[in-house]
């Protein structure tokens, strides 16, 4: 089995700090995280906000605590740090190898995307961010570890794109992305998302875009090597 992990993201138009922060962390019971935030706003102040959350999420998952705990804790963390005063989104797409599950964890109002072998689900139930309300709680998923995989989700950039020049992004044609590419696709997946987003506002966009991708793939190696490809035009 292989865990491949794609990401593509871009700042908003003509501000040079990007809101949104993506991590990818190693599970102590084996098995990786994805981990995405969106920070209240946009520019310096928001990339602060999400690389707080991000940090102090991959600390925690790193650490061994359970995704739902996780994601309390990184709230009870930013409510206290701003006292409850801004907000973020925040989800976790992990691939347990200890329990042989997929983890989904939630505050964020952009679905998380899961394409199985004989099944599309989209979760999108309306969650709170995270650092504002008191009490705030994750919306917690669970699925088989099954070879074939692929999750996707985004932060609302892509779900907001077009908007500003009449245009509405068309989610089937999200979805058709995705069931038209397999587990070894992550980057492409995430790519042509992101493309598709940025068509949509000109390649203009009028706010950050992220886009994480986890595939569960069969394939198998004589070594225990693990790779990361980054790519970051400047």
């Not at 109002?109 to 009490?135: F, Q, R």
């Amino acid at each position: 089995m292989e865990i491949k992990v794609g990401m593509a993201k871009t700042t908003k138009y003509a501000v040079s700090h990007s809101g949104d922060s993506a991590e990818v962390a190693e599970r102590a019971q084996g098995g990786i995280s994805a981990i995405l935030a969106d920070g209240q706003g946009s520019g310096k102040s928001a990339k602060n906000t999400s690389t707080l959350v991000v940090n102090k999420a991959v600390t925690l998952i790193t650490d061994g605590a359970r995704d739902g705990a996780v994601a309390r804790a990184v709230h009870d963390f930013l409510y206290a740090v701003k006292s409850g005063q801004v907000s973020s989104t925040l989800t976790i797409l992990s691939a347990d190898l200890d329990t042989e599950t997929i983890v989904i964890s939630r505050n964020s109002n952009c679905p998380v995307i899961v394409k199985a072998n004989e099944y599309l689900t989209v979760y999108d139930e309306w969650v709170n961010p995270i650092g504002v309300h008191k009490h705030t709680k994750p919306l917690i998923y669970q699925i088989p570890l099954e070879i074939g995989t692929i999750l996707v989700s985004y932060t609302d950039g892509i779900h907001s794109a077009g908007k500003k020049r009449g245009k509405q992004i068309d989610f089937k044609h999200i979805i058709k992305i995705i069931e038209e590419n397999n587990v070894d696709d992550v980057d492409f997946i995430a790519n042509a998302i992101l493309e598709y987003a940025l068509e949509l506002d000109d390649n203009r966009p009028g706010d950050d875009m992220t886009v994480v991708v986890m595939g569960i793939s069969g394939k198998e190696y004589n070594n225990k090597i693990r790779r990361v490809h980054v790519s970051f035009p400047y």
